[in-house]
Each structure stands twice: as C-alpha cells, then as structure tokens.
C-alpha cells in the first residue's frame, strides 16, 4: 500500500479538526482518519451530532500516546494558560 504524503502541518490545522484535516495533516487517506476518528480512545469531541470533530490539541496529544489521565492533565493547564 502506498503511503500519502502529509500535505499539512500541524501548526497550519483549524483548532477543531475534522477527519479530512486529520487526513492531510497525517498523510492518510479520509476512510483511514474516519475509522481512527471512529475509535473508542480518539478524543472526539462529544455533543456535536454526527459531525466528527475533534480539537487538535487533544489529538496531538493521542499521537503522543499520552494516558487518558495524563492527556486531561495537560489540557487542563493548556485552559488554565488560555484564561
């Protein structure tokens, strides 16, 4: 299988990204991030209906393969820096 090439970076991304930004960003094809967006641990945001979004802060840090404890940890001070 033949492998894209990211057309992105990650400082280039929408705060709240969408499994087509992820697909450019990581250089996979849009039914590779729709499965990953699908996954039980990707941070995807909740309430929002069918869209798939996700905040790209929190998918950095599941690429990181932070804990789930770990990944809240961080976001918490990235909120308590942004107030």
Known sequence: MK?????KKYEELPDTITPYDYAEWRGVGENTARNIFNSKEFPRLQGVG?????DKRAVYLYELG???EDR???LKEIARKII
């Open 3 to 7: 492998e894209k090439k990211s057309t």
């Open 72 to 74: 809240r940890d961080v």
């Open 50 to 54: 069918v869209k798939q979004l996700a």
């Open 66 to 68: 932070l804990s789930d």
